[in-house]
């Protein structure tokens, strides 16, 4: 059984900084690609950072140069390192990975950016 356990977030003010992470279970961690999604009332969960299993990332525009995801195959977890965060960073943050059509997410973490 397929397991993403989240921890990380909370409130954080404008220009400050946080770490998520996601530890994987049930999974050969190391042949995962995974990522980070968020979601806001009312829209579509977006797709924020993802990295390869060989370690490739991408991005969204929209946080390109201030997040970054990373990955400690070792302990079967991913980050995502968030400096620079703005208001409208604020959602719901979801670890995924999927595999062969088969989807796992996380049990989401929100993040508040607010004074």
Same mark, same amino acid.
């Given at each position: ?27 050969? %961690? ?13 829209? @579509? ?6 990295? +390869? ?13 201030? %997040? +970054? ?7 079967? +977890? ?18 995924? +990975? *999927? ?7 996380? @049990? ?6 607010? *004074?």
């Amino acid at each position: 059984q397929v397991q993403l356990v989240q921890s990380g977030g909370g409130l954080v003010q404008p220009g400050g900084s946080q770490r998520l992470s996601c530890a994987a279970n049930g999974i050969i %961690f190391r042949i995962y690609n995974m990522a980070w999604y968020r979601q806001t009332p009312g829209k @579509q969960r977006e797709l924020v950072a993802v990295i +390869t299993s060989s370690g490739n990332t991408d991005y969204a525009v929209s946080v390109k140069g201030r %997040f +970054t995801i990373s990955r400690d195959n070792d302990k079967n +977890t991913v980050y995502l390192q968030m400096n620079n965060l703005k208001p409208e960073d604020t959602a719901v943050y979801y670890c995924h +990975t *999927s595999r062969l059509g088969v989807e796992n997410w996380g @049990q989401g973490t929100q993040v508040i950016v607010s *004074s």
